[in-house]
T-cell receptor, first 115, second 114 residues
């Protein structure tokens, strides 16, 4: 089955700086890579996702890059703000039959934004 | 707003008891999932269902069973609860069309087995 590794487990950055979280996956059949943000005591929520036919995707201060050959993908957050403090999860899945199969998650990165 | 609702939100049960966690959704989605979250381990897939007649095991299905009673309802059962099943459980849903892959999570059920 799929295995997703995520690094680092904790990341502390100064407010206004950039943050990068990296993930690798093992199954070359995976073609859908979402990122979820989970604030303390809340449910995970999708912040951005990418399909394997795309190398990069941006949404305001957030971007995701994908290297299919190396089987790794990364989340980039620029101009970090206090509200970016949360746990971030990467995941991998296969889109088939018109929808996504179950997600395999990384173990999460606790992002701390220092004032 | 359309949502994914889990009941109960918190539950304490004794070792050996049978317990059922319920999930219902008003999003009109076909696909439903159960995940377990443990500190430092991320979320792990227990079971998933593509429609009422289609149930699939995930990474950690041992000790769990599920029932898809209707398109909108998906319940998770622990037949004989054990302490290492203490965790936060999330139900999630997603659409069936290829561009509607986002998974929407319920609020979670915190289960403690003593």
């Amino acid at each position: 089955g799929e295995n997703v590794e995520q690094h680092p487990s904790t990341l502390s950055v100064q407010e206004g700086d950039s943050a990068v979280i990296k993930c690798t996956y093992s199954d070359s059949a995976s073609n859908y890579f979402p990122w979820y943000k989970q604030e303390l005591g809340k449910r995970p929520q999708l912040i951005i996702d990418i399909r394997s036919n795309v190398g990069e995707k941006k949404d305001q201060r957030i971007a995701v890059t994908l290297n299919k050959t190396a089987k790794h993908f990364s989340l980039h957050i620029t101009e970090t703000q206090p509200e970016d403090s949360a746990v971030y999860f990467c995941a991998a899945s296969m889109v088939s039959g018109g929808g996504a199969d179950g997600l395999t998650f990384g173990k999460g990165t606790h992002l701390i934004i220092q004032p | 707003d359309a949502d994914v609702t889990q009941t109960p939100r918190n539950r304490i049960t004794k070792t050996g008891k049978r317990i059922m966690l319920e999930c219902s959704q008003t999003k009109g989605h076909d696909r439903m999932y159960w995940y377990r979250q443990d500190p430092g381990l991320g979320l792990q897939l227990i079971y998933y269902s593509f429609d009422v007649k289609d149930i699939n095991k995930g990474e950690i299905s041992d000790g769990y069973s599920v029932s898809r009673q209707a398109q909108a309802k998906f319940s998770l059962s622990l037949e004989s609860a054990i302490p290492n099943q203490t965790a936060l459980y999330f139900c999630a849903t997603s659409g069936k069309i290829s561009y509607n892959t986002e998974a929407f999570f319920g609020q979670g059920t915190r289960l403690t087995v003593v």
